[in-house]
């Protein structure tokens, strides 16, 4: 018959306690789990409270390796929830995580898009490409269509205004090229930021005829 030979708090893991088994590490997990399975030193470990147990440390492991990952950078509830999966958490344990993680305000989806649309806007990328980004990190369309449209409204963004700022800082490093590939390799340059066809004549018509007329006053 196993039972509970020590309960000790986790010395590199705060809020953590392992609990021991037979002399035996069973179990890491927090106070709350400790209190709802009644779990104390002398208690006989019976098959319910093992899965108790199992399931709690499952729990806890997940949510501390969801913190580690939204300490490197934030991410949505759907990036983190395949990046936990990965490490092996099942679906169930993963819901439970994210449900607390929302809770205490750690995942938000829709302030996440807004931070990546502020981002790469001001990177000078297309809305095109900050919602193509955000698909990417698991953002749901509403959501990012959503996001994307209040930082253009909150910025007053002019999407012209933004291909030419990127245009004009791309150019600086096309100084050296000759004029047709310099032509060609700004339009590959804005096309790949996702800028439509038409702001992207209506751009290069700016930055070239500039760049052409600054070469001429040099001359």
Excluded: W
């Excluded at 104390?40 to 969801?66: F, P, S």
């Excluded at 253009?152 to 600086?172: S, T």
Aim: net charge positive; charged share 35%; proline share 1%.
């Amino acid at each position: 018959m196993q039972t509970v030979t020590q309960i000790s708090e986790h010395p590199r893991k705060p809020g953590r306690y392992i609990v021991e088994v037979d002399g035996r590490e069973f179990a890491v997990v927090n106070l709350d789990a400790i209190t709802e399975t009644k779990t104390k030193i002398g208690v006989v470990i019976d098959d319910a409270r093992a899965a108790q147990l199992r399931e709690a440390g499952e729990v806890v492991a997940t949510y501390d390796r969801a913190l580690n990952l939204l300490a490197f950078r934030a991410r949505s509830s759907r990036e983190l929830s395949r990046r936990l999966k990965e490490k092996g958490a099942s679906a169930e344990c993963i819901e439970q995580v994210i449900t607390k993680l929302r809770d205490a305000g750690l995942v938000d989806d829709a302030d996440f898009a807004r931070q990546v649309a502020r981002s790469k806007v001001s990177g000078g990328a297309s809305k095109r490409r900050v919602q193509q980004e955000l698909f990417k990190r698991g953002v749901e369309r509403d959501v990012a269509d959503e996001a994307v449209s209040e930082v253009l409204a909150d910025e007053n963004v002019d999407m012209v205004a933004v291909a030419e700022r990127a245009a004009r800082k791309r150019l600086r490093s096309l100084a050296s090229a000759d004029p047709q590939s310099r032509r060609r390799r700004l339009y590959a340059f804005l096309a790949r930021r996702g800028h439509d066809s038409e702001t992207i004549r209506t751009v290069m018509g700016r930055v070239l005829d500039a760049s052409t007329s600054d070469e001429n006053v040099d001359d």
